[in-house]
């Protein structure tokens, strides 16, 4: 005869079985071992980690090492990853950003905070920080050439459609005025080097600045980026009337595709190669000689292979000077681009990343892009 422990595992085995069970209740992660039997959830082992950070709100057990006493699985079975959802994600904001398991353990810890312990899903004036259509408060800035962070004003202000920032405390006007319709902010911990650091980007006459910010608290900071988000959310629905929301939210905030280091040469191919950090966001490779400088030295438009562009492995056997030994060429309809991998895994990676763009046929808007492009200096 099966112990009691034996039943109630198989038991638990079956509920994992529930629709909605089978992935992770927090970050989607398939395959969940842990259950937060206060809460009635499935999670993740890394999601149960941040569950024990908040134990006035969650206790964890092992699904399959922990003991577990008949009452807590009939909890399990009365609620689940589902019901969880139902109760905890009653109104979430269409443009609030929701991660997955890929994402930075702030934006996961915040998401999880944001529903089980602060409710903010089930009452809607807890979202009157991203959802206001105006904020303002301090942020730790990066300055520009020092790299020293220095505490300075910022104003997110929808109906002047642009996040500005201060250098002095009285300062009138702001040191600069970023369009919010140009603006891309993504977290960025470890090239930033703290745990809620943020990259944001925007275009000043085509060209890309970035800034790079952080507050001590996580929840201020995760509600600067939904407040970015939500500014963004509602300048595109102004500007594309009728547009499904669905497609509006996938254009909030682009996570890059690829950064790393790569060597890079001039036009001639005759310059020498040199180390620079590129960055590949959408269709636009920058580089830059520091990740964290303010402006890309340069940017390499990258179209589709209709419109005459190639990824290829390897350099032009003509390709003279020292450099790393695994050479990618990108062919435009202008000219050649030669760059060098320290590492063929390296190589692969950005030539995958390369051919996804090279392979999906261009939007009307990215051709105005790739004009600018062509008539840069
Ligand atoms: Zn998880």
């Not at 275009?203 to 790079?212: A, G, V, Y």
Request: aromatic content about 14%; some cysteine; hydrophobic content about 35%.
């Amino acid at each position: 005869m099966a112990s009691e422990q034996e039943t109630i595992r198989r038991r638990m085995l079956e509920l994992l079985d529930r629709a909605g069970n089978g992935v992770c209740a927090d970050c989607g992660a398939p395959g969940p071992e842990w259950a937060s039997f206060t809460l009635g959830v499935f999670v993740c082992q890394s999601c149960s980690g941040i569950h024990r950070n908040i134990p006035q709100i969650s206790r964890v057990k092992s699904i399959f090492l922990d003991p577990w006493e008949n009452s807590e699985v009939e909890f399990m079975a009365s609620t689940g990853n589902s019901a969880a959802k139902a109760k905890y994600e009653q109104k979430v904001p269409a443009f609030y950003y929701c991660p997955t398991h890929t994402d930075c353990q702030l934006l996961r810890e915040q998401w999880i905070r944001a529903r089980y312990e602060r409710n903010e899903f089930i009452y809607v004036e807890r979202q009157e920080p991203y959802s206001a259509g105006y904020r303002e408060g301090f942020l730790w800035k990066r300055g520009r050439d020092n790299g020293q962070f220095l505490s300075r004003k910022f104003i997110l202000s929808e109906r002047e459609g642009a996040l500005k920032y201060f250098n002095k405390h009285d300062a009138r006007e702001p040191k600069a005025s970023m369009k919010i319709q140009t603006i891309n902010a993504t977290f960025q911990p470890t090239k930033i080097g703290n745990p809620h650091g943020l990259q944001i980007t925007y275009l000043k006459d085509n060209s890309t600045r970035n800034i790079f910010v952080y507050h001590e608290d996580g929840k201020e900071m995760v509600d600067w980026f939904n407040a970015i988000r939500a500014a963004r959310f509602h300048y595109l629905q102004v500007a594309f009337p009728g547009a499904h929301d669905v497609d509006l939210v996938s254009k909030l905030t682009r996570n890059y595709i690829k950064e790393g280091y790569m060597e890079k040469t001039g036009p001639k191919h005759t310059e020498g190669f040199k180390k620079r950090w590129f960055t590949l966001d959408d269709r636009r490779l920058m580089y830059f000689k520091d990740p964290l400088d303010a402006y890309a030295r340069g940017e390499v438009f990258i179209g589709s292979k209709e419109s005459g562009y190639t990824v290829l492995p390897g350099l032009p056997s003509s390709t003279q000077g020292y450099h790393w030994q695994f050479g990618i060429t990108i062919v435009t309809p202008d000219r050649k681009f030669l760059f060098a991998c320290e590492t063929e895994e390296e190589q692969k990676e950005w030539i995958a990343v390369f051919q996804g763009v090279v392979n999906r046929p261009m939007l009307p808007q990215e051709y105005a892009v790739e004009a600018h492009f062509k008539h840069k200096p």
